[in-house]
C-alpha cells in the first residue's frame, strides 16, 4: 500500500497569513494527489484534484505543488472559513489512502 | 444537482449484520466509480472499499471477506453489506462519487454506525 505522510497534524495561525501543509507518499504517485476540506460534523469537500488542479467553486487562495513525491497544499490569505482539517489522498493505486490529517486552528 | 444520500445505518451489536444503502441522482450513475469511506470518531478517513462501473471490486484488508460492495445501476444505488461487524468498525460511512483524477468529488452526508453489545 501507499503510505501517506502529511504534516504538520495541527497548526495555528490567523487571518491572513499564509498556510503551507505537506504530503510525502512513500512511492511515485505521479500527480494523483487531492486534497480535502473537512468542517466539525459535516462530510469532507474536495478542494484540489490532481495536484493542482482546483475543484469548482473553491476560492482561488488555495492550491496545490508537488516536487517529486512531496506535495503541497497553500492558503494564501486564511479567511475565518478555512478553519478545518484537511487531509490529502492519493489515487493514483488501490487502497486509497489518505494521510493522517492536518488541523488548522485560530492563533 | 448531484445527490448522495446514504441510509441503513443504526447500532448493532458485535458478529451483527447490516447494509447500507446509497440513493444517487443528478448524475449518470452508471458510468461513475463509486467507494465507501468511513471516519471513526475524532479520528481520520478511511477508505473502505470500491466498485468500478463495470464491478470491479477493491477492499481494504480491514473489512476483506467481511463487507460486500455492489451497484444496482437501474436504481441508481450502492450498497454496502457488511457481516460479523466489530467494534473497530463503529464510525461514519460515506458514500462518495469519483471524479476527476479519480479524485473523491461528491460525499454523501454520512450516515453512522454503531457496533456495541
Known amino acids: 500500500d501507499i503510505q501517506m505522510t502529511q504534516s504538520p497534524s495541527s497548526l495555528s495561525a490567523s487571518v491572513g497569513d499564509r498556510v503551507t501543509i505537506s504530503c510525502r507518499a512513500s512511492?511515485?504517485?505521479?500527480?494523483?494527489l487531492n486534497w480535502y476540506q473537512q468542517k466539525p460534523g459535516k462530510a469532507p469537500g474536495l478542494l484540489i484534484y490532481?495536484?493542482?488542479s482546483l475543484q469548482s467553486g473553491v476560492p482561488s487562495r488555495f492550491s496545490g505543488s508537488a516536487s517529486g513525491t512531496d506535495f503541497t497544499l497553500t492558503i494564501s490569505g486564511l479567511q475565518p472559513e478555512d478553519f478545518a482539517t484537511y487531509y490529502c489522498?492519493?489515487?493514483?493505486?488501490?487502497?486509497?489512502?489518505f494521510g493522517q490529517g492536518t488541523k488548522v486552528e485560530i492563533k | 444537482e448531484v445527490q448522495l444520500v446514504e441510509s441503513g445505518g443504526g447500532l448493532v451489536k458485535p458478529g451483527g449484520s447490516l447494509r447500507l444503502s446509497c440513493a444517487a441522482s443528478?448524475?449518470?450513475?452508471?458510468?461513475?466509480?463509486m467507494n465507501w469511506l468511513r471516519q471513526a470518531p475524532g479520528k481520520g478517513l478511511e477508505w473502505v472499499s470500491f466498485?468500478?462501473?463495470?464491478?470491479?471490486?477493491f477492499y481494504a484488508d480491514s473489512v476483506k471477506g467481511r463487507f460486500t460492495i455492489s451497484r444496482d445501476n437501474d436504481r441508481n444505488s450502492l450498497y454496502l453489506q457488511m457481516n460479523d461487524l466489530r467494534a473497530e468498525d463503529t464510525a461514519v460511512y460515506y458514500c462518495?462519487?469519483?471524479?476527476?483524477?479519480?479524485?473523491?468529488?461528491?460525499w454523501g452526508q454520512g450516515v453512522l454506525v454503531a457496533v456495541s453489545s
Open positions: 489522498q492519493q489515487s493514483y493505486d488501490l487502497p486509497r489512502t
Open positions: 443528478g448524475f449518470t450513475f452508471r458510468t461513475y466509480n
Open positions: 466498485i468500478s462501473e463495470r464491478s470491479y471490486v
Open positions: 462518495v462519487r469519483e471524479g476527476s483524477s479519480w479524485s473523491l468529488d461528491y
Open positions: 512511492r511515485t504517485i505521479s500527480n494523483y
Open positions: 490532481g495536484t493542482s
